[in-house]
């Protein structure tokens, strides 16, 4: 029964007895909490389902899939694309039944999604602000979505080290899309800090969305903070709006004396990169190099890259970057 209280031994752990949830629960809250229902398919997790798949054909059809030839990988590959997830793929096939037991120990554990903080301690001692895209499969940003005022939920917080510059010194914030929202958090930081009498250093923001008018997130509050002088300049990359894609990278290309001012100056300010690892986290680390090398404070690639090793040694260097 589906509340009905239990506690299952892994397979693997039979021998010390641990249990593979943190602590008793149902077969209901099991699925709720722990197994990743919407992670995408491995091969080993479907093969050892297909074997209680009861209906013949639905069987061989199923199998076929994971075999080793290049059909069936080319097969496998498309039929990922459509259905994403495991349990797209026993809706598939429906006539599989896999006994409970068996599937939650099959099945990959929910692990825990991180969202930067997007507020201060200063100015919001009892408060966290997060800034959250709402994927099509994403399982936590739709329970943040679904979640309504005054419900509890399930977080931590994690030590980062990921902070704003202390004193506040010359800055650069990179980041489209949601990889601004530490930098919020270092904002309200600014925020405090000249409310306290503080000398704030030059702040420059880099930020990149698709279309002003749809996803300009914090829109209104940055240029308050233009205003306010809590930032120096605010550089915004559309990439949508005109012929050619405009990214955050092209921004760094066209302001690059205010860069390399950041990145040269003794001591060096503080360079910050927040967002998608892959694409645009190496796309900004491709410019910076291209830039010192043009400007001729690196005789090459090589020397450009070790002295952005050296920014990174000594914290003037610092990434928060996830793969998409």
């Known amino acids: 029964h589906a509340d009905t209280l239990c506690s299952l031994i892994s397979l693997r752990d039979r021998f010390s007895t641990k249990t593979i949830f943190p602590t008793l629960c149902t077969p209901r809250q099991a699925l709720q909490w722990y197994i990743d229902l919407l992670g995408r ?36 590959r498309d039929a990922c694309r459509e259905l994403r997830t ?60 679904r979640a309504k005022p005054g419900e509890r939920l399930a977080v931590y917080i994690r030590r980062s080290s990921f902070h704003p510059p202390h004193p506040p010194h010359a800055s650069l914030l990179i ?8 930098y919020i958090g270092f904002l309200w ?3 405090a800090q000249k409310d306290r009498g503080v000398s704030l250093g030059p702040c420059y923001v880099f930020f990149g969305c698709r279309n002003r008018d749809e996803d300009f997130l914090y829109k209104s509050q940055l240029e308050a903070w233009i205003k306010q002088g809590i ?62 090398v043009s400007s001729g404070i690196s005789n090459s690639a090589t020397e450009a890259e070790d002295y952005l090793a050296q920014l990174r040694e000594k914290r003037k260097y610092l990434k928060d970057v996830w793969s998409v």
């Open 189 to 191: 930081y600014r925020v």
């Open 231 to 292: 930032i120096t300049k605010l550089f915004v990359a559309f990439s949508r709006e005109g012929p050619q894609k405009v990214y955050v990278q092209h921004q760094l290309l066209q302001h690059q004396a205010l860069v390399l001012e950041v990145l040269t100056q003794q001591p060096p300010g503080t360079v910050y990169v927040c967002g998608d690892a892959k694409k645009m986290g190496q796309a900004v680390d491709n410019t910076l190099t291209e830039l010192l």
């Open 175 to 182: 980041g489209p899309g949601t990889g601004i929202a530490p």
């Open 41 to 76: 398919p491995k091969k080993a997790v479907l093969r050892a389902l297909s074997h209680h798949t009861h209906n013949s054909e639905e069987r061989v059809q199923f199998q076929r899939l994971l075999l080793a030839t290049a059909e069936s990988r080319l097969e496998y």
């Open 86 to 145: 495991t349990f797209s793929f026993l809706r598939k096939f429906p006539s599989t039944r896999v006994p409970l037991d068996l599937f939650l120990e099959l099945m990959p554990r929910l692990q825990p999604r991180f969202y930067s903080i997007a507020s201060d301690p200063l100015m919001f001692p009892d408060d966290i602000h997060i800034c959250v895209a709402v994927a099509e499969l994403g399982v936590c940003s739709n329970y943040l979505a």
